[in-house]
């Protein structure tokens, strides 16, 4: 089993950065894809970033692509989103997510899972 961690969540203003982490316990996260996703108030939770587990691979949702940055240190354990020129419309809980094999878009074939951490960007 993995358990995942957020931090790095806050609130930043508009145009702004923020650098999520997600940290893994689990001594083969290496074999594990991890996926992040954003959850808005009233809507459903959205594919942002993905990355395979030896990091050669990266996915990203078309509103993130050239903003978002996403990275994983296999040493420590942890995957990284860096969030640059933020935007008010990015504001949602936004949560890590695991699965052994490759990336997926789709949130249902993630099997483990964060809590979340909550990005507030103001305007």
């Known amino acids: 089993q993995v358990q995942l961690v957020e931090s790095g969540g806050g609130l930043v203003q508009a145009g702004g950065s923020l650098r999520l982490s997600c940290a893994a316990s689990?001594?083969?996260?290496?074999?594990?894809?991890v996926g992040w996703f954003r959850q808005a108030p009233g809507k459903e939770r959205a594919f942002i970033s993905a990355?395979?587990?030896?990091?050669?691979?990266?996915d990203y949702a078309d509103s993130v692509k050239g903003r978002f940055t996403i990275s994983r240190d296999n040493a420590k354990n942890t995957v990284y989103l860096q969030m640059n020129s933020l935007k008010p419309e990015d504001t949602a809980v936004y949560y890590c997510?695991?699965?052994?094999?490759?990336?997926?878009?789709?949130?249902?074939?993630?099997?483990?899972w964060g809590r979340g951490a909550q990005v507030t960007v103001s305007s």
């Open positions: 997510a695991a699965r052994q094999g490759v990336t997926r878009y789709s949130a249902d074939e993630y099997a483990y």
């Open positions: 689990g001594r083969t996260f290496s074999s594990y894809a």
């Open positions: 990355i395979s587990g030896s990091g050669g691979s990266t």
